[in-house]
């Protein structure tokens, strides 16, 4: 066993760790879920409000009480970041599962060696146990649209600046921006809530290697950003 392999991956972690730019641990669920949450605003007059038409772009991506779902490992590197941001966003509380089993999918990609640290990446973007139970009385869902999923230059300065092994290969960075969606009921109204959101997925893509030899990449999720604190 090499003695100075335990140093390496502690220098690996703090860098990324450093990179990450930090961890929120305490839960914001509250921040963009106000509006939804308290419903409708008053109405001035009597007159009944006239249901808005949903757009295309405020359909989640899956049928009603969906629960989790596996994130696909071996489709490549930008599409299994697409994948975890979407895992990451995507819940029902009318499911009949809990917080903590849409965050056992990501739980279930993570690289062993950042696997801790992501736990309290991933309880920073889902709502707590007790803000779940709450949010399932409105029967509220989430889910998210993603417009672009970039490699930020702050990540390939870093790249092109790290000593030989400082980085793990096949570690990359991906810079997601998209629209948070949610919906749910007031009474018996439907409401919706959406906000823009930008986050920072760190993956991991290493080759897959059977006896017949080399056959693709297999990722792994190392760490997330803070919500709307992204590499840029």
């Known amino acids: 066993m090499d003695p100075a392999a335990p140093d390496d991956r502690r220098r690996r972690r703090l860098l990324i760790t450093t990179i990450a730019g930090g961890l929120v641990l305490l839960l914001l ?35 009603d009480g969906q629960g989790p779902v596996a994130v696909p490992q071996t489709s490549g590197p930008e599409a299994f970041a697409r994948a975890v941001a979407v895992a990451l966003f995507t819940w029902d509380t009318t499911s009949g599962y809990q917080a903590v089993d849409y965050a056992q999918m990501l739980a279930d990609v993570a690289a062993d060696e950042e696997a801790d640290a992501l736990a309290g990446d991933v309880r920073a973007y889902l709502p707590s146990p007790q803000a779940w139970a709450e949010l399932r009385q409105y029967q509220t869902r989430q889910w998210l649209t993603i417009d672009t999923a970039v490699i930020p230059e702050t990540w390939e300065t870093a790249v092109a600046q790290a000593a030989p092994g400082q980085i793990p290969a096949g570690s990359v960075a991906y810079t997601i921006e998209g629209t948070r969606h949610r919906d749910g009921t007031w009474g018996t109204e439907p409401v919706e809530a959406s906000r823009p959101v930008t986050f920072t997925v760190f993956i991991v893509c290493t080759p897959t290697v059977t006896d017949r030899g080399i056959i693709g990449r297999s990722c792994e999720l190392l760490r997330l950003s803070q919500l709307d604190n992204p590499l840029r």
């Open 29 to 63: 669920v509250g921040v963009g879920v106000y509006g939804l949450l308290r419903g409708p605003a008053p109405r001035t007059d009597t007159t009944p409000a006239v249901p808005s038409v949903p757009s295309a772009t405020s359909t989640p991506a899956g049928p």
